[in-house]
T-cell receptor, first 112, second 115 residues
Framework: AQSVTQPDIHITVSEGASLELRCNYSYGATPYLFWYVQSPGQGLQLLLKYFSGDTLVQGIKGFEAEFKRSQSSFNLRKPSVHWSDAAEYFCAVGARGNDMRFGAGTRLTVKP | ETGVTQTPRHLVMGMTNKKSLKCEQHLGHNAMYWYKQSAKKPLELMFVYNFKEQTENNSVPSRFSPECPNSSHLFLHLHTLQPEDSALYLC??????????????FGSGTRLTVV
């Protein structure tokens, strides 16, 4: 079965700094990979997804993620963080015929 | 109205009460899900409905009873809950029954407090 690990529980960055959130997955075949964001008291919103093809995928709100098969990783990046990016970020992995598995989440704090 | 709508947004109930959570999706999706999100714990999948048929019950206690009358509506009936059931309950939908192919669309959740 597939699984996801987000090594960082909490990350703090300054506004305007770059951001990278880590995600490692475990799955035997090529997975479907997702990043979701959750603002306080809200549901999860899909930021981006990877199915196949170009390993660098662009998402909403200026986020991108890179699939690296050799490292079983799908890290989320943003070149310049805004205060409104403060939220919880979830990586998820899916497989054809199975439901998604979510990581435990990484909470992002943005310092002014 | 578009997306996934959950009502109510907040619910406080006693342990002997009976209440229901409602979820409605306007996306034409065929699968719907209930998730439980507790503080400092990963998302827990509770139930999956695909074309109105329950395809997964993830060892959820019987005090939680789902109902899916059609592909657009999903309910979670609650009775005799415990304080540890206090959590954010999220509804999601997906285009197909596996969910993995296209991702999920989530509602804003119902914040449940059991007193």
């Amino acid at each position: 079965a597939q699984s996801v690990t987000q090594p960082d529980i909490h990350i703090t960055v300054s506004e305007g700094a770059s951001l990278e959130l880590r995600c490692n997955y475990s799955y035997g075949a090529t997975p479907y990979l997702f990043w979701y964001v959750q603002s306080p008291g809200q549901g999860l919103q899909l930021l981006l997804k990877y199915f196949s093809g170009d390993t660098l995928v662009q998402g909403i709100k200026g986020f991108e993620a890179e699939f690296k098969r050799s490292q079983s990783s799908f890290n989320l990046r943003k070149p310049s963080v805004h205060w409104s990016d403060a939220a919880e970020y979830f990586c998820a992995v899916g497989a054809r015929g199975n439901d998604m598995r979510f990581g435990a989440g990484t909470r992002l704090t943005v310092k002014p | 109205e578009t997306g996934v709508t959950q009502t109510p947004r907040h619910l406080v109930m006693g342990m002997t009460n009976k209440k229901s959570l409602k979820c409605e999706q306007h996306l034409g999706h065929n699968a719907m899900y209930w998730y439980k999100q507790s503080a400092k714990k990963p998302l827990e999948l509770m139930f999956v409905y695909n074309f109105k048929e329950q395809t997964e019950n993830n060892s959820v206690p019987s005090r939680f009873s789902p109902e899916c009358p059609n592909s657009s509506h999903l309910f979670l009936h609650l009775h005799t809950l415990q304080p540890e059931d206090s959590a954010l309950y999220l509804c999601a939908s997906s285009q197909d029954g596996t969910g993995a192919n296209y991702g999920y669309t989530f509602g804003s959740g119902t914040r449940l407090t059991v007193v």
